[in-house]
T-cell receptor
Framework: EDQVTQSPEALRLQEGESSSLNCSYT??????LFWYRQDPGKGPEFLFT???AGEEKEKERLKATLTKKESFLHITAPKPEDSATYLC?????????????FGEGTQLTVNP | GAVVSQHPSWVICKSGTSVKIECRSL??????MFWYRQFPKQSLMLMAT?????????EQGVEKDKFLINHASLTLSTLTVTSAHPEDSSFYIC???????????FGSGTRLTVV
């Protein structure tokens, strides 16, 4: 069974204080790992897709990396508007119907 | 980029009535659509997967007669909550993917409150 575990559950940072969110996964074979941002009362907003170990992607203050067992979302010099819940999801190679398995998310709060 | 429109954004209904939620892909053909349910401070729980023109595949524990899913075209899927009860109150989110879209695009969600 595919499993995704995110840590920490919640993270509180000061503006400008860089940090990383972790996503550990167990799948039979990884087709893709996805990062989403979700604001309260909204649907998830796509950030990145990573496909193979060693791959990295960047977008503004965010950088996602991938190994064979986990992914990190690095946040450099965060701003209050980066406050949100960050969700990690995996799609397994043998998954029928292209379904995603989500982690529980990390709730990030950036204080000014 | 790919856009998925979900309506309504919120709805309040009386217990025993039915509610329909629409999910439209605006600029791509959604070959597969997914319906999720999310409780406060919890992650997304997949309810069902639907492919255009086919019957939806429901996850274990999801009542297919209560949560009716229709995916009759490549741009529209609907979720109908039949005979709604207060325990059906939740945040429902749709997601879509297609041949020429990257990843999975989510709708903005529907907050359902059954009173």
């Amino acid at each position: 069974e595919d499993q995704v575990t995110q840590s920490p559950e919640a993270l509180r940072l000061q503006e400008g204080e860089s940090s990383s969110l972790n996503c550990s996964y167990t799948v039979s074979g990884l087709r893709g790992l996805f990062w989403y941002r979700q604001d309260p009362g909204k649907g998830p907003e796509f950030l990145f897709t990573l496909y193979s170990a060693g791959e990295e992607k960047e977008k503004e203050r965010l950088k996602a990396t991938l190994t064979k067992k986990e992914s990190f979302l690095h946040i450099t010099a965060p701003k209050p508007e980066d406050s949100a819940t960050y969700l990690c999801a995996v799609q397994a190679e043998e998954t029928s119907g292209s379904r995603l398995t989500f982690g529980e998310g990390t709730q990030l709060t950036v204080n000014p | 980029g790919a856009v998925v429109s979900q309506h309504p954004s919120w709805v309040i209904c009386k217990s025993g009535t039915s509610v329909k939620i629409e999910c439209r892909s605006l600029d791509f053909q959604a070959t597969t659509m997914f319906w999720y349910r999310q409780f406060p401070k919890q992650s997304l729980m997949l309810m069902a997967t639907s492919n255009e023109g086919s019957k939806a595949t429901y996850e274990q524990g999801v009542e297919k007669d209560k949560f009716l899913i229709n995916h009759a075209s490549l741009t529209l899927s609907t979720l109908t909550v039949t005979s709604a009860h207060p325990e059906d109150s939740s945040f429902y989110i749709c997601s879509a993917t297609g041949l020429f879209s990257e990843g999975y695009t989510f709708g903005s969600g529907t907050r359902l409150t059954v009173v």
